[in-house]
């Protein structure tokens, strides 16, 4: 049994790497299932869902844990149902197919996830923050962007790389100056935040 997770695991990331598909780096999946430990973590909103490897990793970190998760692109959300299915969370992971910009959920959530469009960090931040339990957390993946966010920008020769830059930079100010919420920054895997309610 535990080797079939294990080895139900490396396959899923075995082939959303074959695929370029970009799953969390394993030391960002070690800090978010220990943070769901330490902060007794029990539901969880996922904004980006890709095959549904965080998703599964997030699940399998405790069995009280519940996901639900939205991805846009239906390739990827129907190998992430299958993949779900596979290692038999379907009671504990829902899937979402749909632009989450346009999706409305009523539930609130111990944790939110931002792990989609790089570029819309803000507005996935402003839709669901109503979402977010009281004592509840906004962790977000990717702010160092493979390094480009912390490189000068002329040093970056692609127009829509600089573009994606100067979003995430924009986000990463907004955090730091908001007084609703308080933001640690941690240089793990390509970068992430989490950002908690000041009380
Ligand atoms: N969390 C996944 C990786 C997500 S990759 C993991 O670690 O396993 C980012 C995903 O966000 C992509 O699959 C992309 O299609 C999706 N995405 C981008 N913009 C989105 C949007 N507006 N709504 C829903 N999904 C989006
Ligand atoms: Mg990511």
Do not use: C, W
């Amino acid at each position: 049994m535990v080797n079939d997770v294990y080895n139900g695991i490396r396959q899923i990331k075995k082939e959303a790497l074959e695929e370029s598909v970009p799953i969390m780096q394993d030391e960002t999946i070690d800090f978010i299932t220990n943070y769901i430990s330490s902060k007794n973590i029990k539901t969880i909103l996922e904004i980006g869902t890709a095959t549904g490897y965080s998703s599964i990793m997030m699940a399998l970190s405790n069995p009280k844990v519940r996901v639900v998760t939205i991805e846009k692109d239906q390739e990827r959300y129907k190998k992430a149902l299958k993949n779900v299915k596979k290692m038999d969370l379907e009671d504990r992971i829902t899937l979402i197919f749909n632009d989450a910009l346009e999706v409305n959920l009523d539930n609130k959530f111990d944790l939110i996830i931002i792990d989609a469009a790089k570029s819309k960090n803000l507005d996935f931040f402003s839709r669901f923050e109503r979402n977010l339990e009281v004592n509840g957390s906004i962790i977000t993946d990717n702010l160092s962007f493979h390094g480009y966010v912390e490189k000068d920008l002329s040093l970056i020769p692609s127009r829509n790389i600089r573009g994606l830059v100067k979003k995430i930079r924009a986000y990463i100010t907004f955090l730091k100056e908001n007084t609703k919420y308080k933001t640690k920054f941690y240089d793990i895997g390509d970068g992430i935040s989490v950002t908690e309610r000041r009380i």
